[in-house]
């Protein structure tokens, strides 16, 4: 069974950056996509941004391009989100998320997801 395990989380000021990881394991499928979405208090689930195992290929919201940078360490069965030139506006429960097996591209769409992990808080200070 797929599981996603975040880290990275914290108090940040704002311009400040973090770094959020995501072990994943377990998949059965070659191709599969990792995602990172993100919920503040009394807003729906956002999808910041996904990278895609076949090609690579990733997907950013626009709220985040520039600032935010998705990778991957195959060898390590991990997903990095970094994070720079945070905002107050960022603060959110940032969760890892996986769509297993993936067809086409990685998307920001949470109803594509089928593993989920636990969340990490990502508060920023202004």
């Known amino acids: 069974e797929v599981q996603l395990v975040e880290s990275g989380g914290g108090l940040v000021q704002a311009g400040g950056s973090l770094r959020l990881s995501c072990a994943a394991s377990?998949?059965?499928?070659?191709?599969?996509?990792i995602g990172w979405f993100r919920q503040a208090p009394g807003k729906e689930r956002e999808g910041v941004s996904c990278?895609?195992?076949?090609?690579?290929?990733?997907y950013y919201a626009d709220s985040v391009k520039g600032r935010f940078t998705i990778s991957s360490d195959n060898a390590k069965g991990t997903v990095y989100l970094q994070m720079n030139s945070l905002k107050p506006e960022d603060t959110a429960v940032y969760y890892c998320a996986a769509e297993s097996p993936l067809y086409y591209a990685c998307s920001g769409y949470d109803d594509k997801y089928n593993y989920w992990g636990q969340g990490t808080q990502v508060t920023v200070s202004s």
């Open positions: 377990g998949f059965t499928f070659r191709n599969y996509a």
């Open positions: 990278i895609s195992s076949n090609d690579g290929g990733t």
